[in-house]
């Protein structure tokens, strides 16, 4: 049987983990609301997930896709509600909120470029620069790198995400090989590679928080 034929099936199965993946998000609400905090808890899975749910759902109005415009708004919905719950928790709601501004600024930059681009090449300019946009967002955990190997500790970093974000990438990798769409290859080869990284740190380092009390055995021998 040619690959062709488990076109739809790969489709709907792609369809319904990246629900799951958008769902994910609440696992980590759920540590918050254990902690009694989000201190330790990046906002910025949250506050990008709604602004690059916001500037996909103007693309999926632009190729007038139905299933892009439902689970863009789902995922808005979904990052929402997760994102009142770290900020009901957050202890330096300040530095959040400021986040938050530039982050709404940026989007809203960005929709204003669509509006005033010619038709004729909106649809492939906006799309590659939501691709771009999108793979900053799943790359910008690697920004505690250094800190990670530091601490040797992955607990900064959102597991559930990152997990189902890989398996997700995996699957529309699939799904684009199956139609033989380069635009979603590309976007996707490169959004499995830099989540398959962040996934094998999990491996290498534990997941445990750091006592920040605790001082390595060099620093305690200098005091």
Same mark, same amino acid.
């Given at each position: 049987m040619a690959l062709e034929d488990y076109k739809d099936v790969v489709g709907n199965v792609a369809f319904v983990m990246t629900m799951a993946h958008m769902l994910s998000g609440t696992l980590i609400c759920k540590d918050i609301y254990k902690k009694g905090s989000s201190r330790g808890f990046d906002p910025m899975p949250f506050i990008g997930g709604i602004g690059m749910c916001i500037l996909m759902l103007r693309y999926a109005l632009i190729v007038k896709d139905p299933a892009m415009i439902n689970i863009n708004l789902f995922g808005i919905t979904i990052n929402i509600v997760c994102m009142a719950i770290y900020y009901l928790y957050d202890p330096d709601k300040v530095t959040t909120l400021t986040t938050l501004g530039k982050a709404t600024a940026f989007v809203a930059m960005i929709l204003g470029y669509a509006q005033v681009e010619h038709e004729d090449y909106l649809e492939h300019? +906006? $799309?590659?620069?939501?691709?771009?946009?999108?793979?900053?967002?799943i790359a910008s955990p690697l920004m505690h790198l250094g800190e990670i190997i530091r601490t040797k500790s992955t607990a900064m970093l959102p597991f559930p995400l990152i997990f189902m974000g890989t398996i997700v990438a995996f699957l529309w990798?699939? +799904? $684009?090989?199956i139609i033989n769409n380069s635009f979603i290859i590309f976007q996707n080869a490169i959004g499995f590679s830099l989540s398959f990284v962040q996934l094998s740190l999990f491996a290498i380092y534990p997941c445990t928080p750091v006592n920040e009390d605790e001082k390595p055995l060099t620093d305690k021998k200098k005091e």
């Open positions: 300019r +906006y $799309g590659m620069l939501t691709t771009a946009l999108f793979l900053m967002l990798l699939l +799904y $684009g090989l």
